[in-house]
């Protein structure tokens, strides 16, 4: 089965300084890795996916599929990063069906 | 185009009874999944229908059910509710199953008394 792991609950940094939020998985076919982020009062939202490799307001994730990571980083966080941010797992269930987990999250806070 | 609608936005049921939620899709979409996100546990995966069919479900008690309807709108009912099912179901759309962008909806917030 799979799993996500994010190990920090709790993440703060002040602004200007580089973050890093982890996240871990097991699964044992290919995987596709997403990040949302949920911003105070606004619905949950994409922020990136590791096959688009794209950067996404600064933030990258890069897929270490030999250490199966996809920490996702910013060299100069803002205020306004401040956010819970989850990592996902898309994977086959079984068939042509696919089941997306989702780690516990990791609520950043950016101090001014 | 018009974001993932769901009703209602909040709501407060007794223990024992049941409730039913709803979700409108993007148009378009045709895959629809629901969580339940508690500070607990975070995001649970409830179950995922696409056209009609449930495709997947996750570790919850046959007390949870859903479905959807020809037009992709969903259902989720609860039956039978416990103090526990106090939390945050969110809706998801996206055009089909399979690691294609979700969308999530802001939320039915239940509370159980």
């Known amino acids: 089965a799979q799993r996500v792991t994010q190990p920090e609950k709790l993440l703060s940094v002040f602004k200007g300084a580089p973050v890093e939020l982890k996240c871990n998985y097991s699964?044992?076919?290919?995987?596709?890795l997403f990040w949302y982020v949920q911003y105070s009062r606004q619905r949950l939202q994409l922020l990136l996916r590791h096959i688009s490799r794209e950067s996404i307001k600064g933030f990258t994730a890069d897929l270490n599929k030999g250490e199966t990571s996809f920490h996702l980083k910013k060299p100069f966080a803002q205020e306004e990063d401040s956010a819970m941010y989850y990592c996902a797992l898309s994977a086959n269930s079984g068939g042509s069906n696919y089941k997306l987990t989702f780690g516990k999250g990791t609520l950043l806070t950016v101090n001014p | 185009k018009a974001g993932v609608t769901q009703t209602p936005r909040y709501l407060i049921k007794t223990r024992g009874q049941q409730v039913t939620l709803s979700c409108s899709p993007i148009?378009?979409?045709?895959?629809v999944s629901w969580y339940q996100q508690t500070p607990g546990q975070g995001l649970q995966f409830l179950f995922e229908y696409f056209s009609e069919t449930q495709r997947n479900k996750g570790n919850f008690p046959g007390r949870f059910s859903g479905r959807q309807f020809s037009n992709s709108r969903s259902e989720m009912n609860v039956s039978t509710l416990e103090l526990g099912d106090s939390a945050l179901y969110l809706c998801?759309?996206?055009?089909?199953?399979?690691?294609?962008?979700?969308?999530f909806g802001e939320g039915s917030w239940l509370t159980v008394v």
């Open positions: 148009s378009g979409h045709r895959s």
């Open positions: 699964y044992s076919g290919s995987p596709e």
């Open positions: 998801a759309s996206s055009f089909s199953t399979g690691g294609n962008t979700i969308y």
